[in-house]
Nanobody
């Protein structure tokens, strides 16, 4: 059984940082995309970042967020710096895409989500 477990969310002030982690178990994803999506209240789930052989980002987080992976631990990370109130959302880890890494429907596996709140 494949499981993705996120951690690292929380409340942070504008300009602050958080690092999200997503630990995968049940299979490895070294040859497919692992990614992060987010969903704010009343909005659709949107792509944030993905990694396979390279990394890809939503334009509005480019330069502030960094996705990385530790293949030995089967874990992907999202380092989020210079956080803004508009980054507030539930962040979801996803895995298993082989193409179209920015599309929700490209991913086979999802975590339960972790809340990120950016507020003073």
């Amino acid at each position: 059984q494949v499981r993705l477990v996120e951690s690292g969310g929380g409340l942070v002030q504008p300009g602050g940082s958080l690092r999200l982690s997503c630990a995968a178990s049940g299979r490895t994803f070294s040859n497919s995309y692992m990614g992060w999506f987010r969903q704010a209240p009343g909005k659709e789930r949107e792509f944030v970042a993905a990694i396979r052989y390279g990394s890809y980002y939503l334009e509005s987080v480019q330069g502030r967020f960094t996705i990385s992976r530790d293949s030995a631990k089967n874990t992907v990370y999202l380092q989020m710096n210079s956080l803004k109130p508009e980054d507030t959302a539930i962040y979801y880890c996803a895995a298993g895409a082989v193409t179209n890494q920015a599309l929700v429907n490209s991913y086979n596996y999802w975590g339960q989500g972790t809340q990120v709140t950016v507020s003073s």
